[in-house]
């Protein structure tokens, strides 16, 4: 193979609601989280005006007329709000309806610098983005400046929508437009190929730099810009340079969000002067020119991709080395290649009086996706072939399906009447693609967030970021929607292994934290709440809720962060805690309310656990571990609602019983539970419940307790007649005193129906044969059902345990394809049937 290249020649170029939907995009996520903890205000930065703009009608078709409020314009940048409503008229009458969140894209160490590193200010903005109302698979990114607004929309019913300053008629910097990308009168010329270059997979092996997993890392893939001289001729000023760059990159960085990819920009250079790439005539001779000046000087500065935006009046477009992340430069003199982590773009457009900002972002995003492994959705060498039909292929294969809604943003469907449709993202196989290389990827230093939620009454925090270590602790935390590490808050860990219990950027996970009215003030005093409890159990003002989609079938371990102040709260009303050892914590299932204001009323033992202190977590004992200035609580839990900590002298919280194990497995057609214990204190009896739902459980046993022990006990219980399907198996312990807690819950699927055989398949004769074994005895229905799924055969057989066999007469079934499900209790399984 050879280093590829890839180049593109520019021609023309409200509610606060409980849980959120599943299957959201993360700005949809976003915005709901947002608004747990503020209110979206209303902002009418534009409104409607009817000035004479026929001066526009040779580049667009339709179009809205906008005038800025500057005033609110100045509030905006300067204020920093953290959430906005804003409606714009749309062309054909409709309003633009968009709820934006403020998220900096600048990393903490952004700078602006010359050629000669000499620091430029860096200019007044304010980044929003979000989603539209009443638009599914939505984005919206608007970018605020001082003297300036860019924005762009996006979504599958409406395709792009553009707001641009007037670019013919600007007035006093007032006047704005606001259009549907699809009427735009400019052609968008432009061709691709990819150069045919010497392959840097024979040198991968050697040249990757650093460890740590980029994509899992809870870091952002930071980039390092670079405008040349042209750009800088072209707009004026270094500031004008800066906004423009970081207004398109703001909407980008959506794009890839909405992929599950963080991004940010951590440098921009620009050349003030004569920079060498003025002469230069083709995408690929500025490209290898940029890697010569950069080298790995962008790696110093802590970016790990380098991409050079140019203004070039020869309408070139743009060129990326594909799948250079995290790759040192290197030089093959031998055909002049410099290559490593670097792109090319360049902005010119055929129209210059009309410049296209869209494209600009389309450009960008492609040419970043390349470096990140990305080939064009016209490539033959995608598994089952090039993905659209928008141009020509690249290889020898067939074309691929026509897009549906517009398309993605590794194809060339802009040259189309299909176009592109940013809320459609990269599309599943590239996007799957760059993830899957991004997980390989070792050029980022693992980082874990180690701020704790301060300790301020009624304070909610929801986690909007997750990452997993090298250790397989996936950490949940608000990164108060900036890409600045130092205030980012760490909610919950979880070393869940195997266990999905969901994820927040598709909404099917939910992590908060939260405070109560009373914080700062002494710990809460839990009176009579609805599970038994001293006289003196006062708790945290802190607690935690982690809502998923599927509770986990096994434990999974936690570490709930707390602060000094959390503990003080405690040692104020509790003088005899003398160390973070002494505290208890507790788990509260759901739909247990663990906010201390509520008194605990409604909450039974059986919704309750409580962890005493001890060397090693479990399901029952908590570990304490030093967290810089701030403490962890480590525990498990095999199910989730809430929990926090706190302390009582005299309740009944100290562990009765210290479970060591707790399993179940097969034993044949039974299952066995097994558990073990290292204590036992007034242990009366264990009871083991069944259910198949996981939420309605009826006891199907009993087992005696030591009373007390301090030595290993083991117990087991077999379950003669489990159900076809999934079981779940509650384990809980009563002591003598009639206290009851609930140790934990198991599942395992039980199989009844085996060794099934249908045949003979295809069906030449009129008489199909089916062999099956069966570990328990009972009615076995066969249903036959067309393509259509209308029913054509039935019948119902009483099985014996073991070897069964039937058979049944199709002479009146015509040839064609069919399905056989043959059902057995809760147990389906289905074959296809063709019949010649």
Same mark, same amino acid.
């Given at each position: 193979?050879?280093?590829?290249?890839?180049?593109?020649?520019?021609?023309?170029?409200?509610?606060?609601?409980?849980? $959120?939907?599943?299957?959201?995009?993360?700005?949809?996520?976003?915005?709901?989280?947002?608004?747990?903890?503020?209110?979206?205000?209303?902002?009418?930065?534009?409104?409607?005006?009817?000035?004479?703009?026929?001066?526009?009608?040779?580049?667009?078709?339709?179009?809205?007329?906008?005038?800025?409020?500057?005033?609110?314009?100045?509030?905006?940048?300067?204020?920093?709000?953290?959430?906005?409503?804003?409606?714009?008229?749309?062309?054909?009458?409709?309003?633009?309806?968009?709820?934006?969140?403020?998220?900096?894209?600048?990393?903490?160490?952004?700078?602006?610098?010359?050629?000669?590193?000499?620091?430029?200010?860096?200019?007044?903005?304010?980044?929003?983005?979000?989603?539209?109302?009443?638009?599914?698979?939505?984005?919206?990114?608007?970018?605020? *400046?001082?003297?300036?607004?860019?924005?762009?929309?996006?979504?599958?019913?409406?395709?792009?929508?553009?707001?641009?300053?007037?670019?013919?008629?600007?007035?006093?910097?007032?006047?704005?437009?606001?259009?549907?990308?699809?009427?735009?009168?400019?052609?968008?010329?432009?061709?691709?190929?990819?150069?045919?270059?010497?392959?840097?997979?024979?040198?991968?092996?050697?040249?990757?730099?650093?460890?740590?997993?980029?994509?899992?890392?809870?870091?952002?893939?930071?980039?390092?810009?670079?405008?040349?001289?042209?750009?800088?001729?072209?707009?004026?000023?270094?500031?004008?340079?800066?906004?423009?760059?970081?207004?398109?990159?703001?909407?980008?960085?959506?794009?890839?969000?909405?992929?599950?990819?963080?991004?940010?920009?951590?440098?921009?250079?620009?050349?003030?002067?004569?920079?060498?790439?003025?002469?230069?005539?083709?995408?690929?001779?500025?490209?290898?020119?940029?890697?010569?000046?950069?080298?790995?000087?962008?790696?110093?500065?802590?970016?790990?991709?380098?991409?050079?935006?140019?203004?070039?009046?020869?309408?070139?477009?743009?060129?990326?080395?594909?799948?250079?992340?995290?790759?040192?430069?290197?030089?093959?003199?031998?055909?002049?290649?410099?290559?490593?982590?670097?792109?090319?773009?360049?902005?010119?457009?055929?129209?210059?009086?009309?410049?296209?900002?869209?494209?600009?972002?389309?450009?960008?995003?492609?040419?970043?996706?390349?470096?990140?492994?990305?080939?064009?959705?016209?490539?033959?060498?995608?598994?089952?072939?090039?993905?659209?039909?928008?141009?020509?292929?690249?290889?020898?294969?067939?074309?691929?399906?026509?897009?549906?809604?517009?398309?993605?943003?590794?194809?060339?469907?802009?040259?189309?009447?299909?176009?592109?449709?940013?809320?459609?993202?990269?599309?599943?196989?590239?996007?799957?693609?760059?993830?899957?290389?991004?997980?390989?990827?070792?050029?980022?230093?693992?980082?874990?967030?180690?701020?704790?939620?301060?300790?301020?009454?009624?304070?909610?925090?929801?986690?909007?970021?997750?990452?997993?270590?090298?250790?397989?602790?996936?950490?949940?935390? *608000?990164?108060?929607?900036?890409?600045?590490?130092?205030?980012?808050?760490?909610?919950?860990?979880?070393?869940?292994?195997?266990?999905?219990?969901?994820?927040?950027?598709?909404?099917?996970?939910?992590?908060?934290?939260?405070?109560?009215?009373?914080?700062?003030?002494?710990?809460?005093?839990?009176?009579?709440?609805?599970?038994?409890?001293?006289?003196?159990?006062?708790?945290?003002?802190?607690?935690?809720?982690? !809502?998923?989609?599927?509770?986990?079938?096994?434990?999974?371990?936690?570490?709930?962060?707390?602060?000094?102040?959390?503990?003080?709260?405690?040692?104020?009303?509790?003088?005899?805690?003398?160390?973070?050892?002494?505290?208890?914590?507790?788990?509260?299932?759901?739909?247990?309310?663990?906010?201390?204001?509520?008194?605990?009323?409604?909450?039974?033992?059986?919704?309750?656990?409580?962890?005493?202190?001890?060397?090693?977590?479990?399901?029952?004992?908590?570990?304490?571990?030093?967290?810089?200035?701030?403490?962890?609580?480590?525990?498990?839990?095999?199910?989730?609602?809430?929990?926090?900590?706190?302390?009582?002298?005299?309740?009944?919280?100290?562990?009765?019983?210290? !479970?060591?194990?707790?399993?179940?497995?097969?034993?044949?057609?039974?299952?066995?539970?097994?558990?073990?214990?290292?204590?036992?204190?007034?242990?009366?009896?264990?009871?083991?419940?069944?259910?198949?739902?996981?939420?309605?459980?009826?006891?199907?046993?009993?087992?005696?307790?030591?009373?007390?022990?301090?030595?290993?006990?083991? $117990?087991?219980?077999?379950?003669?007649?489990?159900?076809?399907?999934?079981?779940?198996?509650?384990?809980?312990?009563?002591?003598?005193?009639?206290?009851?807690?609930?140790?934990?819950?198991?599942?395992?699927?039980?199989?009844?129906?085996?060794?099934?055989?249908?045949?003979?398949?295809?069906?030449?004769?009129?008489?199909?044969?089916?062999?099956?074994?069966?570990?328990?005895?009972?009615?076995?229905?066969?249903?036959?059902?067309?393509?259509?799924?209308?029913?054509?055969?039935?019948?119902?057989?009483?099985?014996?345990?073991?070897?069964?066999?039937?058979?049944?007469?199709?002479?009146?079934?015509?040839?064609?394809?069919?399905?056989?499900?043959?059902?057995?209790?809760?147990?389906?399984?289905?074959?296809?049937?063709?019949?010649?």
């Amino acid at each position: 193979m050879k280093p590829i290249v890839t180049g593109m020649v520019l021609i023309a170029l409200f509610t606060n609601v409980l849980c $959120y939907a599943q299957n959201n995009t993360p700005m949809e996520v976003l915005v709901n989280i947002a608004n747990d903890n503020a209110r979206f205000i209303p902002k009418q930065i534009f409104i409607e005006d009817h000035r004479n703009t026929d001066y526009l009608d040779s580049y667009l078709t339709n179009y809205a007329t906008l005038k800025l409020n500057e005033s609110l314009l100045n509030e905006i940048v300067t204020q920093e709000l953290p959430n906005i409503a804003v409606a714009l008229p749309l062309p054909d009458g409709k309003s633009l309806n968009a709820r934006l969140v403020n998220f900096d894209i600048r990393t903490e160490e952004f700078s602006v610098v010359d050629q000669f590193d000499n620091e430029l200010e860096i200019p007044d903005a304010q980044f929003y983005r979000g989603v539209l109302d009443r638009e599914s698979d939505a984005m919206a990114g608007i970018s605020f *400046f001082r003297d300036r607004v860019y924005g762009l929309f996006s979504s599958l019913s409406k395709g792009n929508i553009i707001l641009a300053q007037d670019p013919i008629n600007p007035g006093n910097g007032e006047n704005y437009i606001l259009y549907y990308e699809r009427d735009l009168l400019i052609d968008r010329e432009k061709s691709c190929g990819t150069d045919d270059l010497k392959p840097f997979d024979d040198y991968q092996s050697v040249t990757s730099r650093s460890t740590g997993n980029v994509y899992s890392s809870c870091e952002d893939i930071e980039v390092y810009i670079e405008a040349t001289n042209k750009l800088y001729q072209k707009m004026g000023s270094s500031t004008a340079v800066t906004n423009y760059i970081t207004a398109f990159f703001n909407s980008v960085s959506i794009i890839y969000r909405n992929e599950g990819i963080y991004t940010s920009i951590k440098r921009i250079k620009v050349n003030t002067t004569e920079d060498g790439y003025t002469n230069l005539t083709t995408s690929f001779d500025n490209l290898n020119k940029f890697g010569e000046n950069t080298k790995n000087n962008y790696q110093q500065y802590g970016a790990e991709l380098a991409h050079l935006v140019d203004y070039n009046e020869n309408n070139l477009g743009g060129v990326a080395w594909i799948n250079a992340m995290c790759i040192n430069y290197i030089y093959y003199p031998s055909q002049n290649y410099h290559y490593g982590g670097y792109a090319y773009s360049s902005i010119n457009n055929t129209h210059e009086d009309f410049p296209d900002y869209s494209l600009t972002v389309f450009m960008f995003a492609h040419e970043m996706g390349h470096n990140l492994g990305s080939q064009h959705t016209q490539w033959c060498g995608w598994t089952g072939g090039p993905i659209d039909n928008c141009v020509s292929v690249e290889g020898t294969c067939d074309p691929g399906p026509a897009p549906v809604n517009g398309g993605t943003i590794m194809s060339y469907c802009h040259l189309t009447e299909y176009g592109i449709n940013y809320s459609e993202g990269f599309g599943e196989i590239p996007g799957n693609h760059i993830r899957s290389i991004l997980q390989s990827k070792t050029c980022k230093e693992e980082y874990v967030p180690k701020g704790v939620v301060n300790c301020n009454p009624n304070t909610t925090v929801t986690a909007n970021r997750e990452c997993t270590d090298e250790d397989g602790w996936t950490h949940y935390y *608000f990164d108060n929607n900036s890409t600045d590490e130092d205030d980012d808050d760490l909610l919950l860990s979880v070393l869940k292994g195997s266990e999905d219990i969901g994820d927040l950027d598709d909404g099917s996970l939910i992590v908060r934290v939260k405070t109560s009215s009373n914080a700062g003030n002494g710990a809460t005093h839990i009176v009579d709440p609805g599970y038994s409890a001293g006289d003196d159990w006062y708790v945290m003002n802190r607690w935690f809720e982690l !809502i998923p989609t599927e509770e986990p079938n096994n434990p999974v371990t936690v570490r709930f962060p707390y602060t000094t102040e959390d503990y003080m709260d405690v040692i104020m009303t509790q003088p005899a805690v003398n160390a973070h050892q002494d505290l208890i914590f507790y788990k509260i299932n759901t739909p247990g309310n663990p906010d201390p204001d509520s008194g605990h009323k409604n909450i039974t033992n059986d919704q309750i656990t409580f962890y005493e202190n001890g060397t090693t977590a479990s399901l029952n004992a908590w570990k304490y571990i030093k967290n810089g200035t701030s403490h962890m609580a480590e525990f498990q839990v095999s199910s989730f609602s809430g929990g926090g900590g706190g302390f009582s002298e005299t309740s009944q919280s100290a562990v009765p019983v210290e !479970i060591l194990t707790y399993d179940v497995q097969k034993e044949g057609k039974f299952v066995s539970a097994n558990w073990s214990t290292s204590l036992e204190i007034n242990n009366e009896y264990f009871t083991v419940e069944r259910s198949s739902d996981g939420k309605v459980f009826e006891e199907i046993g009993r087992i005696s307790g030591q009373g007390n022990s301090s030595e290993l006990q083991e $117990y087991s219980f077999l379950d003669r007649n489990p159900n076809a399907g999934i079981n779940y198996y509650r384990l809980s312990q009563t002591d003598f005193d009639g206290t009851h807690v609930v140790i934990g819950v198991r599942s395992i699927k039980m199989d009844f129906i085996r060794e099934i055989n249908v045949f003979p398949n295809p069906l030449a004769s009129d008489q199909l044969n089916i062999n099956y074994s069966l570990t328990n005895a009972e009615d076995i229905s066969v249903v036959i059902r067309n393509i259509e799924g209308r029913m054509i055969y039935q019948t119902q057989k009483t099985s014996e345990i073991g070897k069964n066999q039937m058979s049944m007469d199709l002479s009146h079934v015509d040839a064609g394809i069919y399905i056989v499900q043959i059902v057995s209790g809760k147990e389906t399984y289905t074959q296809k049937l063709i019949k010649d």
